[in-house]
C-alpha cells in the first residue's frame, strides 16, 4: 500500500481529524465534518481509516533486536495511582551511570509507536523507560479509539505524580552518576514542561510540540530544554511566545526548532502527519542534545 502524507489531504480534514485526537471532536464529529470533503473513492470513514496508526509499518527496532532487553516493569507510586507500570528497553551491554531518558507517551496511552520509540533510545545507547499513563484504567487496549476515550478519565494530578514517580525510579535504576533526561509527544511533550518546572535534578528536557507550563512557574525550571514545534500547529504554538519571554527572563538554557510546513504529530511515524525530512532532523537533534547533557 502506498505510504500517504500530510499533502494528501484536504487541511481542513487534517484540522478536523486534530481536533478529534485530542478530544475536541468525537468520532462521529469527525465523520459528520470530514463528508464534505469525501470524494467518490474515498469515504469520511475511509478518510479517518487512511490518518489513523499504522503500528507495524513503522516499526524500526524489534523487540526481539540482539543489541537491545526489554522487560515490564511496576514502580511504586504512592502520590499518584499507586502504581506505575510500562516499558523499560536498555543496550544490551548498559552499565551504570549510563545516561537515561524518561519517554512520555501522546494522550494514547503506551502504545506500539511509543514502546518502539524506547526501544530506539536503548539502540543509541540510552536506558529508556516508557511508562502508561493508562495503567490505573487497565492500560493501553490496543485500541486508539478506545485509549482517547479512556484518557479523560485519568485523574491528571495523580497521572503527574506517576510520571514523577517514574523519572524517580529511572534515576535510581540507572545509578547515582547517572543524569536523566525526558522526552514526551504531544501529552507527552506538555507532560516534560511539567517536570521541568516540577523537579530540579531533571538533567534535560526535549518537548515534542508540547502544551506551555504556566508562565509563573517558568522560573522553577532548572534543566535546559530542546523544544520542537510544527509549523502548522497554531493552537500549540499559540502558547510558544509567552513561554519563550519566560524562559529568557528566566535565564533558562533552551534551544527551539519550528519546522515549517509540518503538522502537529509530525514525528510520529505511524500516520500521513509524519513528515520524514523534519523527524529525522528532530531525532538527530534530540540525540545530540541528550549526548550533550546527559554525558552519553
Not at 169 to 180: D, E, F, Q, S, W
Not at 213 to 229: E, G, T
Not at 267 to 282: C, F, G, I, Q, V
Request: with cysteine.
Amino acid at each position: 500500500m502506498e505510504r500517504l502524507t500530510a499533502r494528501d489531504f484536504d487541511p481542513a480534514v487534517l484540522k478536523l481529524f486534530d481536533q478529534y485526537v485530542h478530544g475536541q471532536l468525537s468520532r462521529r464529529g469527525f465523520l459528520d465534518g470530514a463528508t464534505r470533503y469525501a470524494t467518490a473513492g474515498t469515504s469520511a470513514a475511509g478518510l479517518l481509516a487512511a490518518l489513523s496508526p499504522r503500528f507495524a509499518q513503522a516499526q524500526q527496532v524489534s523487540p526481539q533486536d540482539p543489541r537491545i532487553r526489554t522487560s515490564r516493569i511496576e514502580v511504586s507510586s504512592p502520590q499518584g495511582h499507586g502504581v506505575v507500570k510500562g516499558l523499560l528497553a536498555q543496550p544490551v551491554q548498559a552499565v551504570a551511570g549510563a545516561p537515561a531518558v524518561l519517554v512520555i507517551h501522546e494522550n494514547r496511552g503506551l502504545n506500539p509507536h511509543i514502546e518502539d520509540v524506547a526501544r530506539r533510545f536503548a539502540v543509541e545507547g540510552f536506558t529508556a523507560f516508557a511508562p502508561d499513563a493508562l495503567a490505573p484504567l487497565g492500560g493501553y487496549p490496543d485500541d486508539e479509539d478506545k485509549a482517547r476515550e479512556l484518557f479523560p478519565k485519568l485523574d491528571q494530578a495523580r497521572t503527574r505524580e506517576d510520571f514523577v514517580a517514574a523519572h524517580g525510579h529511572l534515576k535510581t535504576l540507572a545509578g547515582p552518576a547517572a543524569r536523566v533526561g525526558a522526552v514526551g509527544f504531544c501529552y507527552g511533550g506538555t507532560v516534560v514542561n511539567y517536570l521541568a518546572t516540577r523537579l530540579p535534578e531533571l538533567a534535560a528536557g526535549v518537548p515534542f510540540y508540547g502544551g506551555q507550563p504556566p508562565v509563573a512557574d517558568v522560573a522553577r525550571i532548572r534543566s535546559p530544554l530542546l523544544l520542537h514545534y510544527a509549523g502548522d500547529d497554531e493552537r500549540i504554538n499559540a502558547g510558544w511566545p509567552a513561554y519563550e519571554a519566560a524562559l529568557k527572563a528566566a535565564g533558562v538554557a533552551h534551544e527551539a526548532h519550528v519546522y515549517p510546513g509540518v503538522q502537529h504529530g509530525f514525528h510520529n511515524d505511524t500516520t500521513p502527519r509524519h513528515d520524514s525530512a523534519s523527524a529525522k532532523l528532530a531525532w538527530e537533534r534530540t540525540l545530540v542534545f541528550f549526548r550533550r547533557t546527559l554525558g552519553a
